[in-house]
């Protein structure tokens, strides 16, 4: 807990708002205190109603009295609110292949557990769909065998009520946005002023609070995949699947949404795992516990297997200097370069990352852009 109330303080002190306060709301949560909860749900709105006046000035001191008043509440907590990951999900091996067409899920096998993100990476037409929907249970598969570890009697309800997916285009729903969500909290049992306060913490924690009394039709894409989310997660599933949630969003509101995935799912009010499948490969690389890579039906590429571990050195720069200049400072020995037209990637068995920016720099090439991608997917596009 005091790390976390750490955090917290670091966040203020740098003026980042944003992330304090929904750190904050989470927090509240954990310690399963609706008291403190509302308190939250005050002060994050406060913040909020201070971005859409004015941007520019500070918060202002209540805003950091209030702060330190639900900081002081919280440091009597011990550690007790820490979540403890449970496998969810054994896949042995699974296989897809479709009547119609030639495509083919290849043989696949991963485990998921709670608090852990998984990323599902790859370009369209690829199997990233293919693959989450059988972990859903919506499509039959082939060959090997899911084992939901956390259920008994693993049926199609029993599945569909513990597992979520979120598909790329989100159904239509009717009604205002707010009611959808009494609707969903009711369903998981939550009823009454409990039912009240999940669902204005949740509009908060999302961002969603100005867009409650709207419809399908009067917000944005980026909107409605933020609304479904909140509509799951006020469900309390085991396991939330989201297929390229990222694809609607700009890309604030993308890391914004990976962050939060990521806290949602180490949550100890309701730990969960989270699967989700991107093109935006490096921005899920920043938060997954575990990176698969699918291409031609085929997995790759997984986290932890020996058999991925780089035999390279690796990087990405855009620079003005040609390839000529490159090889000359780095030694046409040392490095292989391609060029994609926007990119050089240069790779090398001998000199590091940090090697080949130090020769660059000392020789004065300039660089507009630089990632080191020897443990990223990006080696396998």
């Known amino acids: 807990m005091q790390n976390r109330i750490q955090e917290i303080k670091s966040f203020i002190a740098h003026e980042d708002y944003s992330l304090a306060v929904r750190r904050m709301l989470d927090i509240c949560l954990d310690v399963d205190n609706s008291e403190l909860l509302q308190q939250a749900i005050a002060w994050s709105k406060t913040y909020h109603q201070h971005q859409k006046k004015n941007n520019e000035t500070a918060v202002g001191v209540d805003f950091h009295n209030d702060a330190n008043k639900l900081l002081s509440a919280l440091a009597v907590y011990g550690n007790s609110n820490t979540s403890v990951p449970k496998t969810l999900i054994k896949v042995n091996a699974i296989s897809k292949t479709y009547n119609k067409g030639n495509f083919s899920l290849k043989p696949i096998s991963t485990a998921i557990q709670t608090t852990n993100v998984i990323g599902i990476v790859g370009e369209n037409g690829n199997g990233k769909t293919t693959f989450l929907r059988c972990l859903a249970g919506q499509l039959s598969i082939d060959s090997g065998n899911i084992n939901y570890a956390l259920l008994s009697n693993p049926d199609y309800y029993t599945i569909k009520h513990s597992i979520a997916f979120i598909p790329q285009r989100i159904p239509k729903w009717y009604g205002l946005l707010k009611d959808n969500l009494h609707f969903s909290a009711s369903l998981s049992g939550i009823t009454g002023s409990q ?105 790759l590429f997984k986290t932890g297997e020996e058999t991925n571990v780089a035999k390279t050195f690796a990087i990405e720069i855009e620079t003005t200097a040609t390839r000529e200049e ?47 991608i020897t443990n990223s997917t990006k080696r396998y596009f």
């Not at 039709?217 to 006020?234: C, K, M």
């Not at 090889?327 to 490095?335: Q, R, S």
């Not at 926007?342 to 790779?347: A, H």
């Open 326 to 372: 490159l090889i000359k400072v780095l030694g046409e020995n040392e490095v292989q370069i391609q060029f994609n037209g926007g990119n050089y990637t240069v790779t090398s068995a001998n000199l590091s990352a940090n090697d080949i920016i130090s020769k660059l720099v000392a020789n004065n090439i300039s660089l507009s852009y630089f990632r080191d």
């Open 195 to 299: 039912n009240e306060l999940m669902v204005d913490y949740m509009l908060e924690r999302l961002n969603l609070s100005d867009y409650a009394h709207l419809n399908w039709n009067q917000i944005s894409s980026g909107y409605r995949t933020r609304f479904e989310i909140a509509r799951i997660l006020l469900q309390k599933p085991s396991l939330l699947i989201l297929d390229e949630p990222l694809a609607n969003l700009d890309i604030n509101a993308q890391q914004t949404i990976l962050t939060d995935l990521r806290y949602i799912a180490k949550s100890a009010y309701h730990p969960m795992g989270i699967i989700l499948s991107s093109q935006q490969l490096h921005e899920v690389e920043k938060v997954a516990d575990t990176v698969l890579f699918i291409k031609q039906g085929n997995c």
